[in-house]
T-cell receptor
Framework: DSGVTQTPKHLITATGQRVTLRCSPRSGDLSVYWYQQSLDQGLQFLIQYYNGEERAKGNILERFSAQQFPDLHSELNLSSLELGDSALYFC?????????????FGPGTRLTVT | GQQLNQSPQSMFIQEGEDVSMNCTSSSIFNTWLWYKQDPGEGPVLLIALYKAGELTSNGRLTAQFGITRKDSFLNISASIPSDVGIYFCRVNTDKLIFGTGTRLQVFP
């Protein structure tokens, strides 16, 4: 158990809909990262937040957005969903001041768009 | 853009065999990391390498930071069924790039 929690575990929704994925980082971690992993694909970095502020952006679509709240939990919002958005979405967290690579991953949310 | 290519893409081996995989890039990096992803789980950091030529072990796992700083290697000795999963390399850039992955299957 990494200490990072993600909800829900599974989500099934229809095209055109909007969903929100939630992540709670490890206790004491200020940075949250979001990743997308499609079937048979590697991990694609989407976005990073540090202490409530956006820190780095990867291959995140305009239909996707994220935020980090004062209690440090983060939400990833996916809108106008398309079939190709079906994937595993992982959240990871790291401590303040830690290099980017000391990340601890949550168990993921599996999104299925039908 | 930057890319990390892992080889082989898949491996099917028998329990007890040794495994070797590598990760290459056209760019130079100062840190190489290896992760393992169990089926249905998030990746877990196995080994971090900080210096060109460095050889680091973690139990049956040994990883090396290539001398050119453009590649890294991961070896698993005497594989066991729980070694099954996908092994990813990663480097320390702002883009947080993961390699393409090596999928390992171990048969008893």
């Amino acid at each position: 158990d990494s200490g990072v929690t993600q909800t829900p575990k599974h989500l099934i929704t229809a095209t055109g809909q909007r969903v929100t994925l939630r992540c709670s980082p490890r206790s004491g971690d200020l940075s949250v990262y979001w990743y997308q992993q499609s079937l048979d694909q590697g991990l694609q970095f989407l976005i990073q937040y540090y202490n409530g502020e956006e820190r780095a952006k990867g291959n995140i679509l305009e239909r996707f957005s994220a935020q980090q709240f004062p209690d440090l939990h983060s939400e990833l919002n996916l809108s106008s969903l398309e079939l190709g958005d079906s994937a595993l979405y992982f959240c990871a967290s790291s401590k303040q001041g830690a290099p980017h690579y000391e990340q601890y991953f949550g168990p993921g949310t599996r999104l299925t768009v039908t | 853009g930057q890319q990390l290519n892992q080889s082989p893409q898949s491996m099917f081996i028998q329990e007890g065999e040794d495994v070797s995989m590598n990760c290459t890039s056209s760019s130079i990096f100062n840190t190489w990391l290896w992760y393992k992803q169990d089926p249905g789980e998030g990746p877990v950091l196995l080994i971090a390498l900080y210096k060109a030529g460095e050889l680091t072990s973690n139990g049956r796992l040994t990883a090396q930071f290539g001398i050119t700083r453009k590649d890294s290697f991961l070896n698993i000795s005497a594989s066991i069924p729980s070694d099954v999963g996908i092994y990813f390399c990663r480097v320390n850039t702002d883009k947080l790039i993961f390699g393409t992955g090596t999928r390992l299957q171990v048969f008893p």
